[in-house]
């Protein structure tokens, strides 16, 4: 059944993208109770979320100003746990560093689209609420079909 636990949105340092998309989806409705954290792919000590996410995260109702990066771990993955990557980059890296990763794909690959969500490091402020809107559609999307995943699988 494909009613995950958990979500873990992973970029490479979790200072920007993930927590950013961790923070548009514990916004929303969801289908039912998970469990929804970020990931770093190199985490060399605790930090904050980046300012620039925060300030447009406040500015869309959100936060992450309790944000601390956090690097992704064995214990993350398991039968259970949804991962999804920024980029396919990092969905590569994560098969090539973890044993078995049952259930990861890019957040446009999962729906079925194609595209990353392009890194942040160094863009000026508007360029962060850009990408606020395009996670914010995607995790819209995203919403409806774990729920339409889940319709079907209890129908069979």
Known sequence: MKQY???????????????????????KTLPWPMEIISRGLVVLFPQPVNQKVEAVLVRNGCTAKDHVTVPLSDEDINEKTLILTMEESQRI????QYQQVPHLATIAGYLRINGDIPALYGEPL???????EVLDALITMLIKQLA?????????
Request: a negative charge.
């Open 93 to 96: 890296r994560i098969l090539e």
């Open 5 to 27: 636990e958990r979500i873990i949105f992973v970029d490479a340092d979790d200072t920007s993208r993930a927590p950013m998309a961790k923070a548009i989806l514990q916004k």
């Open 126 to 132: 508007p360029e962060y609420g850009k990408c606020y």
């Open 148 to 156: 339409e995943e889940a319709k079907e699988e209890n129908e069979k």
